[in-house]
């Protein structure tokens, strides 16, 4: 017989648990997501810098101060520096209009600031050249009066400025829908005007995701191909922008010149990536109210 001792040791211990059984599933996820990344990515990625370096650092910079690298430096600035203040104001009224306002076809707006997202930018660039082209729709107009679109900077200017429209307005509209009207009523029942309550009110509220909406605006206007080739014409140090410098280089066989200028854009991609993360931590760390 069970003495009680042994009864007591017996109800007492502890049960043992079957131990679950490690799943597989992660660890061959991470290692698909691991193994597209290397060869999709880092290893082209790792392959224009090693290009680019092969022959040392001087070589590297001389080929981006060559007279077309520098143009086609300079033409990249210059749309950037059109695009980005233009999306800028178009997508604070445009964010404006839609998170404070309800009106017929609000549905239909965003559908258009959208349009460039959905739309290919070399189809882009066909719509500007239906427009402005010498057989397009001012056409005639624009060519009495000698103003030249396409195949110049503003047909140029004009691409960027559609493929990176929709990212300010993208941005805000979330910002100004989260922190409301509240804190704008109050500084208009303050005796603030509008322009006063825009500046002390709504832009600091909206500034991170603001400033968001820009870098990205920038990124998107610095890089762009597909738009800016079709209305360009890819005239070296005329209408020869950065982008389209590396594939004429390329195609020209002067591949190392084509690595230093994608090098330069690979260094662009990550100071928006690093702009980015930090706008991203200052969103969470002080979260719009």
């Known amino acids: 017989m069970t003495s009680t001792k042994e009864k007591v040791e017996l109800t007492t211990a ?9 799943s597989w599933v992660p660890t061959v996820l991470i290692t698909i997501a ?24 001087g070589p590297f910079f001389h080929n981006l101060t060559s007279p077309e690298s520098l143009f086609a430096i300079q033409l990249t600035v210059l749309l950037a520096v059109i695009a980005v203040p233009l999306n800028t104001i178009f997508g604070l009224c445009a964010a404006w209009a839609i998170a404070r306002h309800k009106f017929p076809g609000r549905a239909f ?41 396409v195949f110049a900077v503003p047909g140029m200017a004009i691409a960027t400025a559609f493929v990176s429209m929709p990212f300010v307005a993208r941005e805000v509209i979330p910002v100004l829908e989260e922190a409301g009207a509240d804190q704008e009523e109050a500084a208009k029942t303050l005796g603030a005007n509008d322009w006063q309550t825009f500046w002390r009110v709504t832009l600091p509220n909206i500034r991170w995701g603001l400033l968001y909406g820009v870098i990205l605006t ?16 890819n005239i070296a140090q005329k209408t020869q922008s950065l982008p389209l410098f590396v594939e004429d280089a390329y195609k020209q066989y002067n591949t190392e010149a084509a690595y230093s200028a994608a090098v330069l854009l690979a260094f662009l991609a990550v100071v928006t990536l690093v702009l980015k993360e930090i706008v991203e931590r200052k969103t969470a760390i002080k979260p719009t109210r």
């Open 34 to 57: 691991v193994s597209f990344l290397i060869l999709v990515l880092y290893i082209p990625a790792l392959n224009v810098f090693v290009a680019a370096f092969s022959k040392g650092v």
């Open 218 to 233: 920038n990124a998107r206007a610095m890089g762009e191909f597909g738009a800016v080739s079709v209305v360009s014409g």
């Open 109 to 149: 707006v965003l559908s258009v600031i959208d349009l460039p997202f959905s739309i290919s930018p070399v189809v882009a660039g066909l719509m500007i050249m239906l427009l402005y082209g010498r057989q397009g729709w001012f056409g005639e107009f624009l060519t009495s009066h000698d103003i030249k679109i």
């Open 14 to 22: 502890p049960t043992r648990e079957p131990k679950a059984k490690k």
